[in-house]
Nanobody
Framework: QVQLVESGGGLVEVGGSLRLSCAASGLTLSSYGMGWFRQAPGKEREFVAA????????YYTDSVKGRFAISRDNAKNTVYLQMNSLKPDDTAVYYC?????????????????WGQGTQVAVSS
């Protein structure tokens, strides 16, 4: 059974940093493209970042480019999202997702396994 567990969320001030982790079990992480999505209160879930199975390719939504960095450690079955220069608009529940194809994608339905999410709140 595939399980993705996010951690690292919390409350941070504007301009601060957080590092989210996604621990995967029940799958061979190196066979999957991985992504991070987020859902703000009252809004639909949106794509944030994705990484190719071998880390040789990343993809970001425009609003986080230059501030967020996605990475992975297949040996540890873990994916990370380093978030710097946080803004109030980054406040959301952040979800980790796994895509059977090893390439990157921003398309939500192409991901078939999801974590429960971790809350990030940025105070102004």
């Amino acid at each position: 059974q595939v399980q993705l567990v996010e951690s690292g969320g919390g409350l941070v001030e504007v301009g601060g940093s957080l590092r989210l982790s996604c621990a995967a079990s029940g799958l061979t992480l190196s066979s999957y493209g991985m992504g991070w999505f987020r859902q703000a209160p009252g809004k639909e879930r949106e794509f944030v970042a994705a990484i190719r199975w071998n880390s040789h390719g990343t993809y970001y939504t425009d609003s986080v480019k230059g501030r967020f960095a996605i990475s992975r450690d297949n040996a540890k079955n873990t994916v990370y999202l380093q978030m710097n220069s946080l803004k109030p608009d980054d406040t959301a529940v952040y979800y980790c997702a796994a895509r059977p194809s090893g390439s990157t994608s921003s398309v939500e339905y192409e991901y078939d396994s999801w974590g429960q999410g971790t809350q990030v709140a940025v105070s102004s």
